[in-house]
């Protein structure tokens, strides 16, 4: 695995090499108008700033890095200062898994620490098989950013507010896509903070509202965005970043297809569009030529069913997140609620949101971990979700050489989940009933069929998306079935007298 991570490397290698240069060489004006690599800097100042500060160190190790015109430039040295510089900032992830293992309730006792929820927990968010790949063998930087995340949620746990808020309002200007989960942060505090006290029936009492409470809050805001836009700002160029940070010319569906709704939306257009063929209802000269050979490209066309615009996922996105933040704010259940409605908004945004990466999967799973170990319903919801999650990260990582490391992975950390939750809630009823554990059986021959069987056919050559295609609808089916079960079960709940109380 070693030997494999430090001699191999992605896409993304030359995408954070390429923001290693542009930051060190160039000014701050010149931060987002540079394009002399198709890989543009896309994210928010802060994270450019992180780049600027890596390239410092980076410099030590291979100066020809920091070079904007060495276009795919690779050197040992630079695998190995990349690769180091992940697991060197993977130390906030791992102080962040111990602060949320404090937040865990320890009412279920055991006598073997291997059976406690927090040990369990801990290796849930260290071992996550997603993060792993993600940022270890593709590469990216996402396990600091995820800890900056869980710092976050264990600070609201702890109700230090103002803390959870700070570390939530750098996250967003580190990486956009946590936008995401802002309504659960928003109304959590809101709820939780600005209002300062219940009634006996769990209502609100409007007449606690905290005038100093809202503007704390409202002060870490506008610092925190002064501090990252600011300068921006100044050099009239906000519109400018906005567009690198939102582009939205770059299609519906990332080159891979999350499994999401819209997976699902296209793969029915391809089969309305085969289905038209064959009956002579369809025009063959008139089909978009990338609708059916590439089906994997940035700028999916559809021929049968309607073009999806960006507003239409965004308006898809608020309606499915509504209910949740209803719940956070007429159902309180304190930080299991938050938990609950920070799942549901990023799984909402991952099933109709625009341009969806696979890899988003991850924001929806971390924070269930801390779920799953506390009650069987939400362990049998994670098994759902991570198995078919992760499943779909799998054309992440394409080559021979990677294949038996990824399933030797996946298998490693699936067996453990399902083993040590199982062993968590014993006494309870099976976390899955007979037809989910079918359904994520079947995981195994769509494997064989993608890896082994397909290539060996005469269709590779005239329909490469196919392998993708499947296993991009076939996680999609289950991640909605993880979202949708989720959603039923958080909208059933009853509230504990208790629970409103406080």
């Given at each position: ?218 002060l870490i805001v506008c ?9 921006f700002i100044v050099l ?46 369809l025009d063959p000269t ?217």
């Amino acid at each position: 695995l070693l030997i494999q991570t430090f001699c191999s490397y992605s896409t993304d290698f030359e995408v954070h090499r390429n923001w290693l240069a542009i930051t060190h060489n160039l000014p701050l004006s010149q931060w987002y108008y540079e394009a002399t690599s198709e890989w543009t800097l896309d994210y928010p100042p802060f994270f450019a700033w992180f780049e600027y500060a890596l390239s410092h160190v980076a410099k030590y190790f291979d100066p020809k890095m920091l070079v904007i015109e060495n276009l795919n430039y690779t050197s040992r040295a630079t695998i190995f200062f990349q690769r180091f510089s992940v697991i060197f900032t993977d130390i906030l992830f791992i102080y962040a898994v111990r602060e949320c293992c404090r937040c865990v309730n320890g009412k279920r006792a055991a006598k073997d620490i291997l059976e406690k929820p927090t040990f369990i927990l801990a290796v849930l968010l260290l071992w996550n098989f997603g993060l792993l790949i993600v940022d270890h063998i593709h590469f990216q930087y996402n396990g600091f950013l995820f800890g900056l995340m869980l710092l976050s949620v264990a600070r609201l746990c702890q109700k230090r507010y103002l803390e959870g808020a700070l570390l939530f309002a750098v996250l967003l200007h580190f990486k956009h896509i946590y936008m995401y989960v802002a309504p659960a942060y928003g109304i959590y505090l809101l709820r939780s903070y600005c209002f300062t006290a219940n009634n006996a029936d769990g209502s609100l009492k409007w007449r606690s509202f905290s005038f100093l409470h809202v503007t704390l809050l409202g002060l870490i805001v506008c610092l925190v965005s002064a501090l990252s836009l600011g300068p921006f700002i100044v050099l009239g160029q906000l519109p400018q970043v906005i567009s690198r940070l939102f582009p939205f010319k770059r299609g519906l569906c990332h080159a891979y297809w999350a499994p999401n709704f819209w997976a699902l939306y296209n793969a029915m257009d391809k089969a309305l569009t085969i289905f038209g063929l064959k009956c002579n209802f369809l025009d063959p000269t008139k089909i978009p030529k990338a609708s059916m050979t590439g089906g994997l490209v940035q700028e999916f066309q559809h021929t049968v069913l309607p073009s999806v615009t960006p507003l239409a996922t965004l308006i898809c996105t608020f309606i499915s997140i509504l209910p949740s933040v209803f719940c956070l704010w007429f159902k309180p259940q304190g930080p299991r609620g938050f938990l609950q409605c920070l799942v549901l908004c990023a799984l909402s945004s991952f099933m109709f949101g625009w341009h969806v990466h696979e890899k988003a999967i991850l924001l929806a799973i971390l924070p269930l971990s801390l779920l799953s170990v506390q009650r069987a319903k939400d362990a049998g919801i994670y098994l759902i979700l991570t198995t078919t999650g992760h499943f779909s990260l799998f054309p992440l990582l394409f080559t021979p050489p990677e294949l038996p490391i990824k399933i030797l992975l996946m298998l490693l950390f699936t067996v453990y989940s399902f083993s040590s939750l199982k062993s968590l809630f014993r006494r309870e009823r099976p976390l899955l009933n007979w037809l989910e554990t079918i359904y994520l059986a079947q995981l195994v021959p769509l494997e064989i069929f993608c890896e082994i069987i397909f290539p060996l056919t005469p269709w590779k050559g005239h329909f490469p998306f196919v392998p993708l295609l499947l296993t991009s609808v076939y996680c999609a089916l289950g991640v909605a079935y993880a979202w949708l079960k989720l959603y039923v079960s958080v909208l059933t709940e009853r509230i504990p007298v208790r629970h409103k109380a406080e």
